[in-house]
């Protein structure tokens, strides 16, 4: 790992990592969200704006310490039914609760966009998802191009500038898969939440049914209809190594191969596509391609060497993978 993003930081915690990269001794490149959440007042958040602003836009496009992104949560997760859902769970008359008031995300979305930053909503039920979507898709009617962008390092105008996020997206209408691409809206997605081995799938698949499971992480689906798509761990949630991760993503899968032929198979994704998710991908959705994400000529020479060719070796030797060196701005670390 060369790089990693903390979701939910307060203002205290981002000031421990400044003082870690003031000392010299950050050897990883982090970035910290800090919090977007529902009980204030809408006035109340705009002034909890102007205090993350003093604090996190300094940092904003730094190399080894960055901010300038929110994180918020639109509902809760399938197992527990709480996750939003546009029916009702199965045997039951709920359909979940979401996190925030009908308008009040809407509102709270559009004027963080409006003063320039990036925000990632999690949403894992199909309804989650479309409110979050909602959400974004109206704060760029409302705001059209940015007015609040002190230091420059974001695009001006556009939807695709922005890069908004939706975390987790465990089940979609289909409705929704193309409109990742139309704007702009990051699907941040992590391969091992979609691990189909049975005490975690039964019960994920029971609350919902055999149609809604059958939209299951459906990052394929997203990224044929052309939207960006990142890949992380959620770390401490499940483990981070990422070739677990690329297990999933590639052949959905458990570790040792289950199902024959894999869960869903028509939402894999190919080697080179699953590591593109992970490196070039993530780096997008972080403001980074120009510093990193891709080996080339002037960008940071962040990267790992393995212990094989993946893309010559192909799906079944994701498994076992070694890493023999990491690297971080050129430094072996």
């Not at 359909?95 to 308008?103: H, L, N, R, S, V």
């Not at 007015?147 to 209408?173: K, L, N, Q, S």
Request: hydrophobic residues 45%.
């Amino acid at each position: 790992l060369t790089a990693a993003q903390d979701a939910w930081l307060d203002p205290d915690e981002l000031a421990f990592w400044e003082r870690v990269h003031a000392a010299g001794e950050l050897d990883l490149r982090f970035r910290g969200a800090l919090i977007m959440e529902p009980g204030q007042t809408l006035a109340e958040w705009r002034d909890r704006l102007d205090g993350y602003e003093a604090q996190a836009f300094p940092l904003r496009g730094g190399a080894w310490l960055d901010s300038g992104i929110l994180k918020g949560f639109v509902d809760g997760v399938i197992e527990a039914r709480t996750a939003s859902m546009l029916a009702p769970y199965e045997g039951d008359t709920s359909a979940g609760m979401p996190a925030w008031e009908p308008g009040d995300l809407d509102a709270f979305v559009a004027e963080a966009d409006r003063r320039g930053w990036q925000i990632e909503l999690h949403a894992i039920g199909d309804r989650g998802v479309r409110l979050a979507l909602d959400a974004f898709e109206g704060a760029a009617r409302r705001n059209g191009g940015w007015t609040g962008d002190p230091h420059g390092t974001r695009a001006t105008a556009g939807t695709h500038a922005r890069r908004h996020r939706v975390e987790h997206i465990e089940t979609i209408d289909p409705a929704d898969v193309g409109r990742f691409a139309r704007l702009g809206v990051v699907a941040s997605m992590q391969p091992y939440h979609g691990d189909p081995s049975p005490n975690q799938i039964d019960v994920w698949a029971g609350n919902i049914g055999p149609e809604r499971a059958g939209r299951a992480w459906a990052w394929r689906s997203i990224r044929d209809a052309g939207g960006p798509l990142a890949f992380g761990s959620d770390w401490p949630v499940v483990p981070f190594d990422p070739f677990i991760a690329l297990n999933n993503a590639v052949n959905r899968q458990t570790r040792d191969g289950r199902p024959a032929g894999g869960w869903l198979p028509g939402e894999r994704l190919t080697v080179p596509q699953a590591l593109e998710a992970y490196t070039a991908g993530s780096a997008w959705a972080a403001f980074a391609e120009h510093r990193r994400g891709r080996i080339a000529p002037g960008l940071d020479a962040d990267l790992v060497i393995l212990d094989r060719d993946l893309l010559a070796a192909g799906p079944s030797a994701i498994i076992g993978t070694g890493v023999r060196l990491t690297v971080i701005g050129g430094r072996i670390v």
